[in-house]
């Protein structure tokens, strides 16, 4: 009884924290949500990493593609594979920083700090040598004071318009994801994906890498290009 009521309590609590926390509508205009809709331009983005071996398999049909894109990095997922990090940054695509543990309690409360996100920004900054200043909470959830800290800060807020459910176990399959991401997307989409599980060095997922072979040039057919966050949003990535 004590764990059903537990898994209720939490069940109830994240249900109203994606209904008022979350992307694409909330948090007072802080968030930024797509870019340009004059422009057929997008930007793929990728939460939660790395890992291994999705972000791998990710990493190389991206360079297939010839796609540029931007992952949201979690410090503790840095720790455990630098190299790919650095692999993802020298190959030109964005790192952005996704905080240090993956913790939705530490931004809701109005007298924190930016400890766990300067341990993401830290934990990045060592591997590549430069701050990153694209943000995204975790889970999406972002308070106005939360929001207050991060743009004193410097950062520039990054939530989406096409959310994929490609983090579900098991994997929705590749197809699926494709054309639901490709109904979503209009001009300045930023969509978003996931390369890794927090606090997981090892991620078995093959559909998102699936999916992209499938979206990439679907889109590409309907006259968009594929651009990194950067280029979007016209903001720098790194100061």
Request: glycine share 10%; proline share 6%.
């Amino acid at each position: 009884m004590i764990h059903q009521l537990k898994q209720a309590a939490i069940t109830g609590f994240d249900t109203l924290g994606n209904r008022w926390l979350s992307p694409p509508q909330r948090c007072g205009g802080y968030f930024v949500h797509h870019g340009s809709r004059e422009q057929r331009t997008l930007a793929l983005t990728f939460d939660d990493g790395p890992s291994r071996p999705c972000t791998e398999q990710l990493l190389a049909a991206l360079d297939e593609l010839g796609v540029k894109a931007s992952f949201f990095c979690l410090g503790v997922n840095v720790g455990y594979h630098p190299d790919l990090v650095l692999q993802m940054f020298q190959a030109g695509h964005v790192i952005g920083n996704h905080s240090g543990w993956h913790s939705r309690k530490l931004g809701l409360l109005p007298w924190g700090d930016l400890a766990h996100i300067r341990a993401g920004e830290a934990a990045i900054a060592q591997v590549i040598g430069v701050r990153p200043r694209f943000y995204r909470p975790p889970w999406g959830w972002l308070t106005p004071w939360e929001a207050r800290r991060l743009t004193q800060a410097g950062y520039t807020i990054v939530g989406w318009d096409v959310y994929t459910l490609d983090w579900v176990i098991p994997e929705v399959d590749g197809a699926t994801l494709a054309r639901d991401a490709c109904r979503d997307a209009q001009p300045g989409s930023i969509f978003c994906f996931h390369d890794a599980k927090p606090w997981e060095a090892v991620w078995e997922k093959t559909e998102t890498t699936r999916a992209l072979r499938i979206l990439v040039p679907a889109l590409r057919a309907q006259g968009y290009t594929f651009v990194t966050l950067a280029e979007l949003l016209q903001r720098p990535a790194y100061g």
